[in-house]
């Protein structure tokens, strides 16, 4: 991957590249870009997904004016696309203090959520006020089939990705403790394949963890060892 900006204030919007539909300039990133040029969506892949968002957000803006609270935001978020950048990955989108991020390639996957645990700990996202806390996360790390589309109008539109490691990941991110980086077992023994050194930075949680609103589903949870001081 290529080297990381520092997380400094962020840039204005960049224009989109030559060749993109008009109006999807902002919406639609590159993967999903490789995905229109190969031909019509939906599609599905098998993606990697991570969701990254703020712990601690509201006490933030309990104790905070909300000016600095969105700096904090900002940074945060210049962070986490940056990384996605950086490890060949994708921002799906952003919401509130969180955002989905995606890769083709779990190993991607799994430097980036690391990446973003480490960049967080040295302090990368302070904003040169002492009242505010370090930054912390909460991530999850799924993988599976998954379905790419449209939706929306001619207006207004977005890509939405549809499958059951998406809404795993999703309810699986609740889970965490502030700092936290929880995979799923499959994502887990995919690493212990294609890179083991990655699959040693987790350990097991809950062999069978029974899936808010799943319907009785239950996945492995590991955990990822806390970042370094």
């Known amino acids: 991957g290529r080297p990381l900006e520092a997380a400094g204030d962020p840039p204005a919007a960049a224009a989109g590249p030559a060749g993109t539909r008009p109006g999807l300039a902002g919406l639609l990133p590159s993967l999903a870009e490789r995905y229109l040029r190969a031909g019509a969506l939906p599609a599905r892949r098998r993606l990697t997904t991570l969701y990254v968002d703020i712990a601690g957000s509201t006490r933030l803006l309990?104790?905070?004016?909300?000016?600095?609270?969105?700096?904090?935001?900002?940074?945060?978020?210049?962070?986490?696309?940056?990384?996605?950048?950086?490890?060949?990955?994708?921002?799906?989108?952003?919401?509130?203090?969180?955002?989905?991020?995606?890769?083709?390639?779990?190993?991607?996957?799994?430097?980036?959520?690391?990446?973003?645990?480490?960049?967080?700990?040295?302090?990368?996202?302070?904003?040169?006020?002492?009242?505010?806390?370090?930054?912390?996360?909460?991530?999850s790390l799924t993988v599976g089939d998954v379905v790419l589309g449209p939706v929306g109008t001619a207006v207004r539109h977005a890509l939405a990705l549809v499958g059951p490691s998406v809404s795993v990941g999703a309810r699986l991110l609740k889970q965490g403790e502030p700092g936290s980086l929880l995979a799923t077992g499959e994502v887990v023994e995919a690493l212990a394949r294609e890179a083991p050194d990655l699959a040693a930075e987790f350990r097991l949680l809950d062999p069978a963890f029974d899936v808010p609103g799943a319907d009785g589903m239950t996945v492995a949870v590991w955990g990822a060892t806390p970042a370094e001081a």
């Not at 989905?100 to 973003?116: K, P, Q, S, T, W």
Request: glycine letters at 8%.
């Open 62 to 139: 309990a104790a905070h004016p909300p000016e600095t609270v969105l700096r904090v935001v900002q940074r945060f978020m210049h962070l986490v696309t940056e990384v996605a950048l950086a490890y060949c990955g994708d921002v799906k989108d952003y919401a509130g203090d969180g955002a989905l991020l995606y890769f083709e390639a779990v190993a991607d996957g799994a430097r980036a959520a690391l990446a973003i645990r480490d960049a967080l700990a040295a302090g990368c996202c302070d904003v040169g006020n002492a009242s505010v806390p370090v930054v912390t996360a909460r991530m």
